[in-house]
């Protein structure tokens, strides 16, 4: 089925799309229904209560904030992290309910993490439940953060996966069918995703919309090279990208440029967008917030490197590079998951990867053929990657892993705009064996830290 830009392409803040921007927006959602059933001046106290991999993962991600955020009333696209906002809760053990009631809420008491217990539609689970003075229950929820910050309540859930089908000219649930439509008139996988858009709504609004998009990404690349300090958790570790780019700089001016000196840029714009999400700063979902420094990286490698044998000026290639991710991407949805707790980082990374490849080869002309064989490229060597954040933070190996799918991300469209499109391996084979291998996967290894990296380093 069809997915939105919208739907893909989320500016939050991170660390993390699936614990950070769905919980918010859950919580956001639990309360805005309080108002609409009339109740929320009767409510006297909440119980949240997160399951499986959001429970177990959820302090390092920052999940327990984002609720905070959601019940204050705040999405992500506009809240002022800076604010004191949590730790005030945290200190007065007050929560201002949507900014219009205030109740006793002690986080400690209040939010349980249900580490053991892993609900059956997804791993991703969270119930809200509230009470009157009389402890009788008002309304309870349970939400899941399905991957991208999409969540859906618990009567909502389906094998589909979302409960919104849009009415678009072109829906298309399989490459195959995709590449049917464009060879049927004449379009190109950007073209299918421009005329589905402006169906919907209005093409100025489109166009806004990307740039807007465009605009976040970038800005988080170069908050992130220019960046000092110490990422947040605990772990101490140092930002990397401010040094990359000083020294990229130092080389630059002293013309002592080697001929693979591109793939430094390359790593030290996914380290950029990486370390900023890991700080909690403002990026894009793409098609999560653990794999946004990947898209970002490799525009910036087509506007600095690529658009020079690109037949595409600048502009019309990052919206080919934008709208062909996003077709991509709407087919993992429909067929397999971008969720890390479902299908470990093949689901973030690899998508990702598959994504840009893709993007890649349309910003530079290339074919349909070619963009399905660089995703299929993409995906078939994240296959297995497992989700195993050190100590639950999105940091290690996270952030290398940015810059890694953004140089295999570009070597994928290279490879495949060397031939002419065909292969053996079809990227609707390659999407089904990524959902596969995924539920195949031991949970431990599925954004939980119960095994992998983040049993096996010491002293973090």
């Not at 997160?50 to 177990?56: F, I, Q, R, V």
Request: some cysteine; aromatic content about 8%; proline content about 2%.
């Amino acid at each position: 089925m069809y997915y939105r830009l919208e739907d893909i392409f989320t500016i939050g803040i991170g660390p993390s799309s699936s614990h950070t921007v769905g919980p918010m927006k859950a919580a956001k959602r639990f309360v805005d229904n309080l108002i609409e059933k009339d109740v929320l001046t009767k409510v006297a106290s909440l119980r949240v209560d997160l399951y499986g991999s959001l429970a177990l993962t959820g302090i390092g991600h920052g999940t327990l904030k984002a609720i905070v955020y959601g019940l204050m009333g705040f999405i992500a696209e506009n809240v002022d992290t800076e604010k004191p906002y949590y730790s005030s809760v945290e200190r007065d053990k007050l929560l201002h309910l949507a900014q219009q009631k205030v109740i006793n809420f002690d986080i400690e008491k209040d939010m349980s993490l249900n580490n053991d217990v892993f609900l059956k539609e997804h791993s991703n689970g969270v119930k809200f439940s509230c009470y009157n003075e009389n402890d009788k229950l008002l309304l309870e929820e349970t939400y899941f953060s399905i991957g991208g910050g999409t969540v859906v309540r618990q009567d909502e859930f389906s094998s589909n996966r979302s409960n919104i089908t849009y009415n678009v000219p072109h829906q298309f649930d399989s490459c195959a069918e995709l590449q049917e439509i464009c060879q049927k008139y004449n379009l190109s996988f950007s073209d299918v995703v421009l005329q589905n858009e402006v169906s919907l709504q209005s093409e100025n609004k489109v166009f806004d919309y990307l740039k807007k998009i465009y605009d976040t990404m970038i800005n988080a690349i170069e908050r992130g090279m220019k960046k000092h300090g110490v990422l947040p958790g605990g772990m101490e570790i140092k930002r990397r990208a401010p040094e990359i780019y000083n020294r990229l700089k130092e080389r630059f001016l002293d013309n002592k440029q080697d001929g693979l000196e591109v793939i430094d840029w390359i790593n030290l714009w996914g380290f950029a967008g990486a370390e900023e999400n890991a700080s909690g700063g403002r990026v894009v979902t793409a098609p999560t917030m653990g794999s946004a420094g990947i898209l970002p990286a490799v525009m910036r490698y087509f506007e600095r490197f690529a658009s020079k044998t690109s037949p595409l000026d600048i502009e019309k290639g990052i919206i080919k590079f934008l709208t062909t991710s996003a077709a991509i991407c709407s087919l993992y949805r429909s067929n397999a998951s971008i969720s890390g707790a479902e299908v470990g980082c093949q689901g973030e990374i690899g998508v990702a990867c598959s994504m840009a490849a893709g993007g890649l080869v349309a910003a530079m002309g290339g074919t349909n053929k070619q963009i399905e064989q660089a995703a299929e490229i993409a995906m078939e060597h994240n296959l297995g990657l497992t989700c195993d954040p050190v100590n639950g933070l999105v940091q290690v190996p996270c952030i290398e892993r940015n810059a890694m799918g953004a140089v295999k991300a570009i070597n994928a469209a290279r490879l495949a705009m060397r031939g002419n499109g065909s292969h053996i391996v079809s990227l609707d084979d390659v999407i089904k064996t990524m959902y596969d291998t995924g539920k195949d996967m031991s949970h431990r290894y599925k954004e939980t830290s119960l095994g992998g990296l983040a049993v096996n380093i010491i002293d973090c």
